[in-house]
């Protein structure tokens, strides 16, 4: 199972995509909105979350959450108890933990990054409080993947599946998807 978490304020590109190319790659994902069901994103997109943040089960079944950015759904989803359990919970578990644009500033605070490599939207580097601020798009370090912001949210998506399904379950999305 994977757990997008959405936020008011959620930026809808860094959520969105990566979710449609990981069911395009057969994963089981539910969108996960914080407080209510139905969401707006920074940008006046309203989504109905197929659970709410209440409703998670933190258990083997978990692969992986994902953070998109945004603001201020990003501080949104960082003062939220069930986003911070997930996170805890995944972090102790070994899962996968996705954030991308300034999502990663909340693994940060949590001195989640401090032995890793990490990126992030320009102007949050300081929050990462990492080891290694990385050149990349999107950077994999263990558990834990980053990404710079809304213009990878391709890459980060494709990042995603290869991690959870292979390259070659990425290599056929990307493929299907025409992407470059």
């Not at 999502?103 to 939207?121: N, T, V, W």
């Not at 912001?149 to 999305?173: N, P």
């Amino acid at each position: 199972m994977i757990y997008c978490f959405l936020a008011d304020g959620f930026e809808e590109m860094e959520a969105l995509c990566p979710v449609d190319i990981l069911r395009r790659g057969e994963c089981e994902l539910l969108t996960v909105g914080v407080g209510e069901e139905i969401i707006t994103g920074s940008h006046g997109i309203s989504v109905c979350a197929d659970i709410t943040a209440a409703e998670i089960v933190l258990d083997d079944s978990l692969d992986m959450i994902i953070l998109p950015g945004g603001m201020p759904g990003t501080l949104n989803l960082e003062k939220n108890l069930y986003v911070q359990k997930a996170i805890d919970f995944c972090a102790e578990n070994n899962k996968y933990i996705a954030a991308i644009c300034a999502a990663p500033s909340i693994l940060g605070h949590k001195g989640l990054l401090k032995d890793r490599s990490a990126i992030c939207f320009p102007g949050f580097e300081e929050q990462l409080n990492c080891k290694t601020l990385s050149d990349d798009h999107v950077c994999a370090d263990g558990n834990i993947i980053t990404a710079k912001g809304a213009g990878v949210a391709q890459e980060f998506g494709l990042k995603l599946l290869e991690k959870l399904k292979g390259k070659a379950a990425s290599d056929k999305v990307k493929a299907s998807i025409q992407c470059r």
